[in-house]
């Protein structure tokens, strides 16, 4: 029963023990997705580190779909480029899935129609299981034969791989308490797949799972829970949104988070308000107002999103109202790939609607980030009263990750900024709406409501000056833009920090990065330097630069920028807001959809360094 083939050429096969990477190759609605990620946590509760991702159509069903698991006990979560094994389930990819594969790598595949030798490789280890066959021996059912065939081929796995089918069946024992029928008809499903596996798959795989400890106590979670959850502990109690991939689970996890922490136990009232809007448009115009009123309000979307809110956004930053928008980023323009990732918003946030606009961003690197900022995006929007974007992306959106756990001081005070109270206007304080009174370019502010005749003013998105009157002149218009611009400046020195990693001796090459190619970087690095190449490395945070990112650049030769988009934009914001020479920043460019890898940025890197020394 059992297509277990030598490889009849002479390459070695791959053999490493909690450092591979396993690529699942599936049909999208299937059901292989949640056996696939229990494949990933039962490696993840042996103690090792894993670092899955999960590469999907933006159709409902029948499209190819892919789960690559990194299984990484030196704690590398970012992608490493090639495959050791792949898990063949889909004849439409099987030609493109086989040729990925990595000399002297594995091809674990369903055995029960016979495939010509035309359709291998000599340089790989071919795993033949006849697993549609044995589905079809035990359940009746279509629907059922697809779905146990999925855990049927995890039980396999374990086997070949040495995951303890324990810790499976103990991952069953949490996701089906309360339904024993289905528990024990998943575990009967992964006994079939091990059984099989001890009986007929002799064949030793070099590919190995060993317990270990290196988890620690970081926490598997995915960015956007960890932004709604962050949310929740900012003080968010507004949300209105419209449903856009790959963003709309955080609002759906804000709900679930609202629902536990924001309902008062003695009387039931919610405490929150949530919105699904017709659209975009009015989901951004709902945020705009509740922000202009009091609450802390967000929005989440992606790139078309931004696209349809930028008017809303122009006018929340030119009458300082504070707002909040989560940027799940994904493949543009237009529709372009909605289930793929990119960095390709960056200009589109930055310069957010027509006429001079400049607005601060967040670049989280991971979903730990992803909650802390967050919550700070919410203290910076009231602080600097302006739309703050958090700019996360799909892969650290839709994606669980190891990260540190969540902390949050339960002393924190909330920074509402500058918002002037009835007791001062009662006082007689001078109130002016847009008047810069500590030379930091943030005005005062009232709520509305503050006082019975006092502090009141019209709210517009057309001309005035600092007293918030209608006005056309030069003058006045000219102290309101120079005053945002003094804003702006400020908020550098608010933002969260770059965060500095200097080479293990002086060089004169630099390289700059941000978000979610933070973990593929960290890797890229040590690469480099087992080369030669020695890099002194900045990951920004945080837009506007602060003063320290100008002096990163002029304390270095060659400054490499990396980058997932075509078009180098964060280079271009680099070049323009501090006209720094072009000529010294090296473009390396990532942007298929899929999370740019280690070998990636090693390889680009190295060329382009090895070709200067020439």
Known sequence: MSATLPPKGIVRQIEAVNDFVI??????????????????????????????????PSNIQGLPTWYEVRVTEGGHLGRRGGTDMMVAMNPQTWDADVAELAPGGYLFYD????????????????????????????????????????IVYVGALAVLLGIEPEVVEKLFGEQYKGKERLLASNVQALHLGCDFAREHLREPVGLK????????????????SAAALGCVYGGATVAAWYPITPSSSVAEAFQKYCSKFRVDAATGQQRFAIVQAEDEIASIGMVVGAGWNGARAFTATSGPGISLMSEFIGLA???????????????????GMPTRTQQADILACAYASHGDTKHVLLFPEDPHECF????????????????VFVMTDLDIGMNQRLCAPFAWDDSRAYDRGKVMTAEELEAGRDFGRYKDVDGDGIPWRTLPGTH????????????????ARYS????????NMERLLRKFKTAASLVPQPVVRLAAEKTPLGVIYFGSTSPAMHEALESLQGRGIHLDAMRLRAFPFPDSVARFLSQHERVFVVEQ????????????ELDVDPARLVRVLHFDGTPITARFITDTISKRVNQERA
């Open 23 to 56: 690529k699942f190759a599936n049909v999208n609605g299937s059901g292989s997705a949640s056996a696939n990620e229990l494949f990933a946590k039962a490696i993840l509760r042996m103690g090792v580190p894993v670092s899955p991702r999960n590469i999907f």
């Open 111 to 150: 055995s029960t129609r016979a495939l010509p030798p035309s359709k291998f490789r000599d340089d790989i280890r071919v795993i033949g299981m006849p697993l549609t066959e044995i589905c079809n021996v035990v359940y009746q059912d279509p629907r059922q034969r697809q779905l146990f065939k999925n």
């Open 209 to 224: 799972v060993r317990r270990a400890d290196k988890v620690g106590d970081r926490i598997f979670v995915d960015g956007n």
């Open 317 to 335: 930053y030119f009458a300082e109202i504070p707002v909040t928008l989560i940027n799940v980023q994904r493949g543009g323009p237009s529709t």
């Open 372 to 387: 802390e900022h967050a919550a700070a995006a919410l203290d910076l929007a009231d602080r600097l009263q302006t739309p």
């Open 452 to 467: 019975p005749t006092k502090g009141s003013y019209f709210t517009r998105g057309t001309t005035r000056d600092a007293y």
């Open 472 to 479: 056309e002149r030069g003058p006045d218009y000219i102290y």
């Open 565 to 576: 988009n075509r078009d180098a934009q964060m280079h271009s914001l680099l070049v323009n």
